[in-house]
């Protein structure tokens, strides 16, 4: 039998090495889209059991946020540390979009839900190695510094509630990073650093995508189970996400990816136990 997508999603999971497990994904992304174009033998959905926690390089050293060390972000080493991040951050989320579709391949959803987490994967493969481009180019590179452990925690607390993956997941945290990309461009811009000037502003434009396949298909189950999608949205965040949202918020790309500000300005405070 050949590979099913689920199946496809589990070996990218199980593969260790970054440069495997991103050149891997962008493979089955190739594979995935030709045969839905019909110029390869079809690819079935298929069944698998992810690891709960995906394998990952020997570096960098995962520490808990609180001992990353912190840089000031205008100095050469602090350009390294924020790129580093976003390296880390990447690699996380190619895991992410391979297991939302391995772990929920039970639960039954259209093509289109296959075909935009697939591509969401490719793109982060793509961002991660984009990413490690420029950090060879600064003469470091991806695992030369130590990274944020507990990345997988949100991914950990929904494994079990496809609706709560797609509320924290993309429409929280990667609805984050439209938040604070732009100072982020702004810092290697006056660095005068074009190249990871472009990696970002790639990253920027293609994570406006993966907030709008969140809040689609989050919307798709709410009709699919009549439920209210801002009161279910806000009772999710509550429920598995662990900290308030915080502004100021990208309001114009949250927009452009179908996140109104009634979803995300409640957040933002403390819930009020008066109800
Ligand atoms: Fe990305
Ligand atoms: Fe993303």
Redesign the pocket.
């Known amino acids: 039998m050949p590979q099913s997508l689920a199946e496809m999603a589990a070996e990218v999971l199980c593969t260790s090495d970054a440069r495997e497990k991103t050149d891997l994904s962008r493979r089955h992304a190739a594979r995935w889209f030709a045969a839905r174009d019909g110029e390869s033998e079809p690819v079935m959905i298929g069944t698998a059991t992810p690891p709960l926690h995906p394998a990952r390089p020997d570096r960098p050293e995962l520490l808990s946020p609180r001992d990353v060390p912190r840089r000031r972000p205008g100095s050469p080493a602090g350009r390294i540390a924020l790129l580093h991040a976003v390296a880390h ?2 690699l996380n ?1 190619v895991d992410l979009h391979w297991d939302i579709i391995a772990r929920f391949s039970r639960t039954p959803m259209p093509m289109g839900f296959y075909d935009d987490w697939v591509k ?1 994967a490719d ?2 493969s793509k ?2 190695q984009l990413v490690c481009g420029c950090l060879q180019e600064l003469g470091s590179d991806y695992g030369e510094l130590p990274a944020h452990a507990g990345m997988w925690r949100a991914a950990e607390d929904t494994r079990d509630d496809l609706m709560g993956r797609l509320a924290v997941v993309p429409m929280v945290l ?1 609805a984050r ?1 439209l938040d604070v990309t732009p100072d982020m461009i702004d810092v290697f811009r006056k660095a005068g650093l074009t190249g990871p000037v472009a990696a970002l502003e790639t ?1 920027y434009a ?2 406006v995508g ?1 907030v709008a396949y969140g809040s689609k298909w989050f919307n798709f189950l709410c009709g699919r189970h009549d439920l209210d999608p801002k009161a279910e949205f806000h009772r999710l965040v509550r429920s598995y996400f662990h900290s308030t949202l915080k502004p100021p918020f990208n309001e114009e790309k949250r927009a452009e990816a179908g996140l109104p500000p009634d979803f995300y300005w409640p957040l933002s405070e403390p819930a009020s136990t008066s109800g």
Request: no cysteine; glycine share 8%.
């Open positions: 951050i990447e989320a969401a793109e982060e961002h991660f990667e990073g990253i293609e994570e993966h």
